[in-house]
């Protein structure tokens, strides 16, 4: 799931994406409203409160909420620079590269947040939440051509609502073309999102409330390991095909 081919892909593989990017995000996203009240995710929303405090002029809330959209665009940036630098190397662990460096980065702040937690740092770790945010759904985004994507269920919900409108209309038709099937498999991908993001948000508030930052430390682990694995398979998988073309 975290490997991009030659060949289409799957809605099964983009469901399995979705199953796990989608429900961390989710999860991330509710630990960081209860440790620090926002959302890393959300920027729908920072970036109305962001016009908001421009209105009012209050330049310290300006800066506050700027940053963290700064730092969302920032982080889908840097993915887009990882994946293009990866197609033009040939390197197709690429995706599971930016998994790993993410989850390490998460699991690094969380370990900050566990031993050193302070008020004073809550903006800068926000912003840096945030980051990874963008990091996230860029990746995610760009792995499944567009068709998942792991923190925007405004824009998901949207496109489950037109694919639902496409299954409606090609079941009064009584339609069995391919395309109506293409559109029930999307819609099936589009809820799996959903329903993946919305899980990791009530099971991460709760994780929350029971362990703290643990929980988020947990999410950073989670994502060393599914990466960590991607790229032991691919590499055994490798492996056994060089050895079958020796020995054939």
């Not at 923190?151 to 496109?159: A, E, K, R, S």
Request: charged residues 15%; contains cysteine.
């Amino acid at each position: 799931m975290l490997i991009k081919l030659k060949k289409e892909r799957s809605h099964t593989e983009d469901r399995k994406l979705a199953l796990w990017l989608a429900t961390t995000a989710g999860l991330l996203n509710a630990i960081a409203l209860g440790a620090f009240g926002f959302f890393p995710s959300h920027m729908t929303g920072n970036s109305s409160q962001f016009s908001t405090e421009v209105s009012s002029t209050d330049w310290r809330d300006i800066l506050y909420f700027g940053s963290f959209i700064l730092a969302f665009v920032g982080g889908a940036v840097l993915a887009r620079l990882c994946v293009i630098w990866g197609i033009a190397n040939n390197n197709r662990l690429i995706f599971c590269q930016i998994l790993l460096f993410e989850g390490m980065l998460l699991t690094a702040l969380s370990l900050y947040e566990i031993y050193f937690h302070a008020f004073t740092s809550n903006r800068e770790v926000v912003t840096a939440l945030c980051g990874l945010m963008g990091l996230h759904n860029s990746t995610s985004t760009q792995l499944s051509n567009g068709r998942v994507r792991s923190t925007h269920i405004t824009g998901t919900l949207t496109d489950a609502g037109i694919s639902l409108a496409s299954v409606l209309f090609a079941m009064l038709r009584r339609d069995y073309s391919k395309d109506a099937k293409a559109q029930r498999s999307q819609l099936n991908t589009h809820l799996t999102t959903i329903f993946s993001f919305i899980t990791g948000g009530i099971v991460g508030l709760t994780l929350f409330k029971w362990f703290g930052f643990h929980a988020m430390a947990a999410v950073g682990v989670i994502l060393v390991a599914v990466a960590v694995m991607s790229i032991v398979r691919v590499k055994k998988r490798i492996r056994y095909r060089m050895v079958s073309g020796v020995q054939s």
